[in-house]
C-alpha cells in the first residue's frame, strides 16, 4: 500500500474524533462570543460548522501520525 492510500485511510479513521475535537473548540469558543456582541453558537450549530471545518483537521491529524509510525519504522 502506498503512502497516499495509507494517508487516505489513516485520515477517514481519524475524521470523526477530528470533527467532534473541532466541535468542541468551536463551542466553547462561542462561549466568549458575548463579550464582543455575537450570539453563542448551539451546540447542534457548532457540529454543523465542524464538519467542512474537521476535514482539513483530520487530514492533518493523519499526516502527523502517518510521520510518528515513519519514525517508529526506522
Do not use: C, D, Y
Amino acid at each position: 500500500m502506498n503512502i497516499k492510500q495509507s494517508l487516505w485511510k489513516l485520515s477517514l479513521l481519524l475524521a470523526p474524533f477530528a470533527i467532534t475535537a473541532v466541535a468542541i473548540n468551536l463551542f466553547l469558543l462561542s462561549l466568549m462570543f458575548p463579550h464582543v456582541g455575537l450570539a453563542v453558537l448551539s451546540p447542534v450549530k457548532a457540529l454543523l460548522w465542524a464538519i467542512p471545518l474537521g476535514i482539513p483537521a483530520s487530514w492533518a491529524a493523519a499526516l502527523w501520525v502517518r510521520s510518528l509510525i515513519t519514525e517508529a519504522e526506522r
